[in-house]
């Protein structure tokens, strides 16, 4: 390029031009002898003389109207798309001039990111005293009058919580019985660290407030596992709404069975939360670094529905979770579909991709289980997250993968790594996917079962 055609170039691209002309016709006189429209020919700059109306044009040296697009080359503009004033780059594609900064067509996605760290729980923090007495269980402490969690019937809960420095939330604790409903609302008690360690308990009667503790009244929901002393926790609590005449009621399903509707009941809310897919397991057979995928989290369903439509009765079906991979690198199972009859039913989770010897699968990267989708009724339906890949590998740097995929009542089990020997971890409660089995010797490491389903069956009273 010669000196001067260099300059014409740059002054081209770097906005000198001044558009001419008017309603949605732009006229524009170049420095550089453009003397034809070619695809590949330099792009133009140019500062906008009006704001457009519509679909417009754009003539370069007398050389005949062309169409403006935007980028992607298919949708012509709208009005405002061009500002007066306004620095626009034209580029022609053969057929029309694309404006570079007018976007009609998404950017491909770029790769996903690391997994963050996992969140705490919604709450407060207190740590959990042995003791079932109800009595003060000292600074940022609460205790349960039982060691079984499902046979708690009160608490007591320091006026000071555990959070650093101890902070004073007395009068947030004192108004979970403030409600006028018989169920005054939902304490949910979470381990920190362990979540599938949890109790919910109904707030079913009025406060005790001593001095520098407050006792509840509880009535067991539902609950997993074990709390040690001195166990972080967090607790956190749903306020049932006044009665308006009415009462609330809320039966809980973690296996099949029959709902029968409370008497009086006019409406409900059904919540179905499908199981999540078992992690792939992984055996290296002393030679291949092996992890299976993880489990894919299952569907959550939720749905409102009459009295007339529910019936005397429906059945309750809990689908089963998927199957933990084998340690011969076995495929996860797919868990199945849980539903309330034919009023609603969501899908379990896909079983994660095992990896090794028993598998067609030993080197390379495997896909995770799809999340549970696709199933039927209610009002709002929630995919369940696929879970993360899994691996084989002959040689060369450990990696992260094989993790169980979210659900939307429950967390996936955690991502593995594939130089070490991990058996898989079962998916949290509800419907989250079980993470996959790593081994780096000759033993095999299975997978993790998928996280279970669950039923929730809200009922207002008349």
Same mark, same amino acid.
Request: charged share 10%.
């Given at each position: ?23 949605? =016709?732009?006229?524009? =006189? ?124 009160? =608490? ?12 004073? $939330? ?76 009415? &009462?609330? $009621? ?7 069975? &029959? ?28 030679? &291949? ?168 069956? &809200?009922?207002?009273?008349?």
């Amino acid at each position: 390029m010669t000196d001067r055609g260099q300059t014409d170039h740059i002054w081209d691209t770097s906005a000198q031009i001044d558009s001419t002309g008017s309603a949605n =016709a732009y006229v524009i =006189a170049t420095a550089q002898a453009i003397t034809g429209y070619a695809r590949g020919m330099p792009p133009i700059r140019f500062k906008a003389n009006f704001g457009n109306t519509g679909s417009a044009t754009a003539n370069i040296n007398g050389l005949g109207a062309v169409t403006l697009k935007k980028t992607g080359g298919t949708a012509n503009l709208a009005s405002g798309d061009i500002a007066s004033s306004g620095v626009y780059t034209l580029v022609y594609d053969g057929a029309n001039f694309q404006v570079l900064e007018l976007n009609s067509l998404p950017g491909a996605a770029g790769a996903n990111g690391a997994d963050g760290a996992n969140g705490v729980a919604a709450g407060l923090r207190w740590n959990f005293d042995s003791s079932t007495s109800m009595a003060d269980p000292g600074t940022g402490d609460f205790r349960l009058n039982n060691a079984t969690l499902a046979s708690v019937t009160a =608490a007591a809960v320091s006026d000071l919580t555990g959070e650093t420095g101890n902070p004073d $939330a007395s009068a947030w604790v004192l108004s979970w019985d403030d409600s006028t409903n018989a169920v005054r609302g939902t304490l949910i008690v979470k381990k920190i660290g362990a979540e599938q360690n949890f109790a919910i308990y109904n707030i079913t009667g009025a406060s005790t407030d001593n001095s520098g503790w407050t006792q509840l009244v509880l009535t067991h929901v539902t609950s997993n596992g074990s709390l040690s002393n001195a166990d972080p926790c967090v607790l956190n609590f749903v306020r049932a709404g006044n009665s308006g005449g009415g &009462t609330v $009621a809320v039966q809980v399903f973690t296996s099949s069975g &029959t709902y029968t509707p409370t008497a009086g009941m006019v409406s409900a809310i059904v919540e179905a939360q499908a199981a999540g897919g078992g992690g792939g397991g992984g055996d290296s057979n002393g030679v &291949t670094q092996q992890l299976g995928a993880g489990g894919g989290g299952g569907e959550y369903r939720r749905g409102v529905f009459s009295a007339a439509t529910i019936g005397a009765s429906q059945s309750v079906t809990i689908g089963a979770v998927g199957a933990a991979g084998s340690t011969t690198g076995g495929n996860g199972g797919n868990a199945s579909a849980t539903s309330l009859g034919a009023l609603i039913s969501a899908n379990g989770g896909s079983g994660g991709i095992g990896s090794g010897s028993n598998s067609t699968n030993s080197t390379g990267n495997y896909a995770g289980g799809a999340g549970g989708s696709g199933g039927s009724g209610g009002h709002l339906a929630i995919s369940g997250k696929s879970g993360t890949y899994g691996m084989g590998r002959s040689s060369g740097a450990a990696n992260w993968g094989g993790g169980g995929g979210d659900s939307f009542l429950g967390h996936g089990a955690d991502d593995k790594l594939t130089d070490q020997d991990l058996t898989g971890v079962t998916g949290g409660n509800y419907g989250g996917g079980g993470s996959g089995g790593s081994d780096d010797d000759t033993s095999g490491s299975a997978g993790g079962a998928g996280g279970p389903g669950i039923v929730i069956v &809200t009922e207002f009273i008349a």
